[in-house]
């Protein structure tokens, strides 16, 4: 189904039409750690084959005069500005030892110890 979709797609280009073989398949699926039966391997050769004439038939796309883009609705993120709050109350989160305190961990140097990472 995908591989008639890029073929339909792409029927009024030139194309290489890549054919991946089975041994490409199956590599490509012990990558992705999936097991394939045979029927798989066939239906996954040809969408594969499909997808990558489709991925050449954009690399013959002239982008000379276009500039690289990361994102394209030009919305950019609103942040609040970082505030550091002080807190004078004994008890208080803000307070460091209150938040040791807090801590199921065990404390160890005023620190709460946890386990090793690696």
Known sequence: ??????????????LSHVKLT???VQHVAKLARLGLSEAEIAKFQTQLSGI???VEQLNEVNTDNVAPTAQVTG??????????LHSDKQ???ADPAALVACSP????????KV???F
């Open 105 to 112: 961990l065990p404390i160890e140097k005023n620190q709460i």
């Open 75 to 84: 919305l950019t993120n609103v942040m609040r500005e970082d505030k550091v």
């Open 22 to 24: 089975k041994e490409q």
């Open 115 to 117: 386990k090793n990472v």
């Open 52 to 54: 990558l004439d489709y």
């Open 91 to 93: 008890g208080s989160l």
């Open 1 to 14: 189904m995908l591989s008639r979709y890029f073929y339909l797609c792409s029927s009024n280009a030139k």
